[in-house]
Nanobody
Framework: QVQLVESGGGLVQAGGSLRLSCAAS????????MGWFRQAPGKEREFVAS????????YYGDSVKGRFTISRDNAKNTVYLQMVSLKPEDTAVYYC????????????WGQGTQVTVSS
């Protein structure tokens, strides 16, 4: 089993920055693809970013391209999401997820961290 714990959320003004962390435990996620998703009140969960196991490939949702950067440190079993130029519409609970090699779905999810961007 893999446990994922997000941290780094909080309240920030529009235009500000935050860095989210996702610490994995239970087993190494070095061979897993990792992703960030978010869900705002009353809205469906939205894909934010993903990174493959060796960080060669990264993908971003259209709404965050150019502002968010996903990265990972396999030695620390941790994934990061650097967010800059934050907008009020980025307000949501952000979730970290892990996908095993060969799986089409994310197998493990964290509990989420709240990000609130004030205007």
């Amino acid at each position: 089993q893999v446990q994922l714990v997000e941290s780094g959320g909080g309240l920030v003004q529009a235009g500000g920055s935050l860095r989210l962390s996702c610490a994995a435990s239970g087993r190494t996620v070095a061979g897993y693809a990792m992703g960030w998703f978010r869900q705002a009140p009353g809205k469906e969960r939205e894909f934010v970013a993903s990174i493959n196991w060796n960080a060669v490939n990264t993908y971003y949702g259209d709404s965050v391209k150019g502002r968010f950067t996903i990265s990972r440190d396999n030695a620390k079993n941790t994934v990061y999401l650097q967010m800059v130029s934050l907008k009020p519409e980025d307000t949501a609970v952000y979730y970290c997820a892990a996908r095993q090699a060969g799986s089409t779905d994310y197998n493990y999810w964290g509990q989420g961290t709240q990000v609130t961007v004030s205007s």
